[in-house]
């Protein structure tokens, strides 16, 4: 038994000394022996830039040489990568902009550092033999959404310009995938999708998209937690490099690019390509703005009466401070 020990005690002194055995989900040992950095983002199935960029290992080829880590964390919905960059288990998240701008006006301190698309991803779905045609006879019914996202900020839009409050409908909260599956299964009248799961809900399920409207999506954003800027702007300046050569990727590759994003999000080729090329523009400009403030302006009165924001000047002090654009003003695609 004291030999035992002795030869614990040796095997912890040494691993002391020597530092853990690297592996790999190890840190690399940064050039010159000092710390080892951790870049941490996150990929969504709403964000198809991000599943080029996981997938090609740009950023980890760039970084990794230089003792950089790099890691990649599944984000369920805008509310899901808010809360992974409020517990600080990601620096850089995407999320719809309105989600952004809610996160800020509530105190996470996030900024949006680039614009990766301008979406049409969220719209009212109903089940295939509904009798619901239009938003206005929601009113009495119970209706799926995610809270925090894109698609309940669009019902609550929606429910505006159609005269109803958003105490008029019963709201479940869901996640974006269970929403559909309570659709499909008749639990709810209706639900505030998500692509691409709502177009999967349309050509299997036979669900109907009853109101959409382009105007109604916030954009897709890049957010970062202010305190890795202020520590790692290099960092920063690198994922927005590598977020405008997806971009591009997806411009220059088409078929490759929907093959990839069926095979990610696990969804047919069909439904990829209509995600792609009917509901989702790259070709935008990347620099968050006055296109995305113009959006914020129209949805603040909706998310002010729904309490999704402390207070109207919480949320105005958001917009004005939400945006840093000089990474995508200084973009380059390598």
Not at 15 to 32: I, M, N, Y
Request: one cysteine or more; charged letters at 25%; hydrophobic letters at 45%.
């Amino acid at each position: 038994m004291r030999i035992m020990r002795a030869v614990v005690a040796a095997a912890v002194s040494t691993a002391l000394l020597t530092g853990c055995v690297q592996g790999e989900d190890s840190p690399a040992e940064a050039p010159g022996g000092g710390d080892a950095v951790a870049l941490r983002l996150d990929y969504a199935y709403y964000n198809p830039a991000s599943l080029v960029l996981r997938e090609q290992k740009w950023l980890e080829n760039e970084l990794q040489p230089k003792g950089v880590t790099v890691s990649w964390q599944l984000s369920a919905g805008s509310n899901k990568a808010n809360e992974a960059l409020r517990a600080e288990a990601i620096d850089v998240g995407s999320t719809a902009g309105a989600a952004a701008l809610v996160a800020r006006a509530n105190g996470a301190p996030i900024k949006t550092i680039e614009v990766f698309s301008q979406p049409e991803w969220a719209a009212i779905v109903v089940p295939k033999d509904s009798p619901i045609t239009g938003v206005a006879a929601l009113k009495g019914t119970k209706v799926a959404a995610t809270k925090g996202t894109d698609p309940y900020f669009f019902l609550l839009q929606a429910l505006d310009e159609a005269g109803l409050k958003p105490g008029d409908i019963t709201v479940t909260n869901l996640q974006h995938a269970d929403g559909k599956t309570a659709l499909e299964r008749g639990d709810v009248d209706a639900w505030a999708g998500l692509d691409p799961l709502m177009a999967t809900s349309e050509r299997d399920a036979g669900s109907k998209l009853i109101y959409r409207n382009v105007a109604f999506n916030s954009y897709g954003v890049l957010n970062a937690r202010e305190a890795f800027l202020a520590e790692h702007p290099d960092l920063a300046q690198a994922v927005v490099n590598a977020y405008e050569k997806a971009r591009q990727w997806i411009k220059d590759n088409p078929a490759e690019a929907v093959a990839l994003y069926a095979r990610e999000a696990k969804i047919s080729e069909q439904v990829a390509t209509a995600v792609l090329t009917e509901r989702t523009k790259i070709d935008v400009d990347p620099v968050p703005g006055a296109a995305q403030r113009a959006v914020f302006e129209k949805i603040l009165p909706v998310l002010v009466a729904d309490a999704n924001v402390k207070s109207e000047a919480d949320a105005r002090a958001a917009i004005d401070t939400l945006f840093e654009p000089k990474y995508a003003t200084a973009r380059s695609v390598s």
